[in-house]
C-alpha cells in the first residue's frame, strides 16, 4: 500500500487549516484513525452496543464475542503467551499506574530501589515517586549520555542487589531514543529486579515481541497507534498478574460478593471493574488489523526514511538545536534560537502545519536539556516528504519573522 492510498483512508486530513492544507506533524501526542477504525465503531453503537460478560441475548452476546477477539488480536500483536496476560485499561497511564500501585505495593520494601531515567514521561515517573513516597523506597535514575541515549555500562552502574523494579521507556517521547530493552531486561533480571516497560511510543512503530523482550510488564495506549483514545493495554506476565490484588472494585471483577467479603474472578477481567471500553476495544482491533495489512516493518521503515530527510534538512537551517540521538524513532525535538517554542508552533499553525510545543510531560528531560521547553514534529505512515517540505518552509519564514539572517 503506498502513501498516497494510506492517506486516502484518513479524512481528517483532508482539510484545511488557516486556509492552508493540513500537515499534521505531533503523531506522538496522538495519532489520526482510519476510516476502517471509524466504521468499525460506529458499526458497534449501530448493531450490537450492549454490556458485555453480562446478559445471554444476541446483542449483548456479539459485543462480548468482539470485545474478547479483541484481547486475542492484542495477544497476537504483541505475542503474549496466552490471553489473561492482556488487561484493557483507560490508557498507557492507568496502566502504569496499576503496576505500581498493585505489584508494586506488594514487592518493594524500604531501603529498596527502583531505576527510572530521566527520559521518562511524567506517567513513568510519578507512579514511582509515590511508590518510593509510600514505601520509604529509593528512586533511582540511570545517567544518560550526551546524546540522550544509555550505555550498557551505566545500566549495569545502577540496577544492583537493591533494584526491585526497573520503569523504562521503550522508545523517548522526546529524544526519539530507542532503548535496548532485551538487554536491559537481562540485567534486571540478573539482579532478581523486574522491569516495566512504558510502550506508547513503540507499538504503534515497530514490531513488538513481548516474550523475545523478556519483560515482566509492558503499557501502550490505542490512541498512538491509529485507534480511539481512552483505551490501553497492559500486558504482565500471567504469574505475576495473578498475584496481584486488583485497585478497582465493582462489577463483572468479583467471583463472589458476600455481605462482607469478596471474592474475585479470573484474568484479566479482576483488573476490568465495570462497564468496559467495549467500543474502544473494537476500534483498537481495526487499528491492529489495518496496521498489519501495511506491516509494522514497512511503517518502521517508512518512518525512518522521513525521519532522516527531515533532520537532513532541519539542519542546514542556521540557530537551530536538535536534541537526542542521530538514530531515533520518527520524531525530531528541537529548538529554534532566540524563539519560543509556542511562538513557533503558533507560527507554524497559521502555515497549517501542527507540532507539539512544550514541556511534553518531560519536565526533568527538559531540565537535563537545560530548557524549559521545545517544540517536536512526529511523523507516521500517512505523513510525505511533501509535507516536510513545507515544515521546513514555514521553519525558514518563522525565524525570518523573527529577524534573523539566512
Request: aromatic letters at 10%.
Amino acid at each position: 500500500m503506498n502513501t498516497a492510498d494510506i492517506r486516502k483512508d484518513f479524512p481528517i486530513l483532508d482539510q484545511k487549516v488557516n486556509g492552508k492544507d493540513l500537515v499534521y506533524l505531533d503523531t506522538s501526542a496522538t495519532s489520526q484513525s482510519p476510516v476502517q477504525v471509524i466504521d468499525a465503531m460506529n458499526d458497534y453503537y449501530r448493531e450490537y452496543n450492549s454490556n458485555v460478560h453480562r446478559g445471554v441475548h444476541t446483542l449483548g452476546t456479539k459485543a462480548t464475542d468482539q470485545y474478547e477477539q479483541a484481547r486475542m488480536k492484542v495477544r497476537s500483536f504483541i505475542n503474549a503467551q496466552r490471553f489473561e496476560e492482556i488487561v484493557f485499561t483507560r490508557g498507557t497511564t492507568a496502566s502504569i499506574n496499576l503496576v505500581a500501585r498493585s505489584f508494586g505495593d506488594a514487592v518493594i520494601e524500604e531501603g529498596d530501589e527502583i531505576v527510572v531515567t530521566e527520559m521518562e514521561h511524567h506517567a513513568n515517573i510519578v507512579p514511582w515517586q509515590e511508590l518510593a513516597k509510600r514505601k520509604n523506597a529509593r528512586l533511582v535514575f540511570i545517567p544518560l549520555e550526551s546524546d540522550g541515549s544509555i550505555k550498557i555500562e551505566s545500566l549495569e552502574s545502577v540496577i544492583n542487589e537493591k533494584t526491585k523494579i526497573v520503569a523504562v521507556a521503550h522508545v523517548s517521547n522526546v529524544l526519539g531514543t530507542i532503548n535496548d530493552i532485551k538487554r536491559i531486561a537481562e540485567t534486571a533480571h540478573q539482579n532478581d529486579a523486574y522491569i516495566s516497560v512504558d510502550g506508547a511510543q513503540a507499538v504503534p512503530h515497530m514490531k513488538v515481541d513481548v516474550q523475545d523482550l523478556g519483560v515482566d510488564f509492558y503499557a501502550f495506549s490505542g490512541h498512538k497507534m491509529l485507534g480511539p483514545t481512552g483505551i490501553g493495554v497492559l500486558y504482565g506476565k500471567a504469574q505475576l498478574l495473578d498475584e496481584m490484588e486488583p485497585v478497582e472494585y465493582g462489577g463483572d471483577m468479583i467471583d463472589f460478593v458476600g455481605m462482607y467479603e469478596s471474592t474475585w474472578t479470573d484474568l484479566p477481567v479482576k483488573f476490568e471493574a465495570g462497564t468496559p471500553m467495549i467500543a474502544e476495544a473494537v476500534g483498537l482491533a481495526a487499528a491492529i488489523d489495518y496496521i498489519e495489512s501495511i506491516g509494522p516493518d514497512h511503517i518502521l521503515n517508512y518512518e525512518q526514511e522521513l525521519t532522516k530527510y527531515a533532520y537532513d534538512r532541519m539542519s542546514e537551517i542556521d540557530g537551530i538545536e536538535i536534541y537526542g540521538p542521530k538514530e531515533r524513532a520518527g520524531l525530531i525535538t528541537f529548538n529554534l534560537e532566540d524563539v519560543h517554542p509556542h511562538d513557533l508552533a503558533t507560527a507554524l499553525d497559521s502555515e497549517g502545519v501542527a507540532v507539539r510545543a512544550g514541556h511534553h510531560c518531560a519536565q526533568p528531560l527538559m531540565k537535563w536539556l537545560g530548557v524549559s521547553a521545545t517544540a517536536r514534529a512526529s511523523f507516521y505512515i500517512y505523513n510525505t516528504k511533501e509535507e516536510i517540505d513545507i515544515f521546513i518552509e514555514g521553519l525558514k519564514r518563522t525565524k525570518e519573522f523573527f529577524s534573523y539572517e539566512f
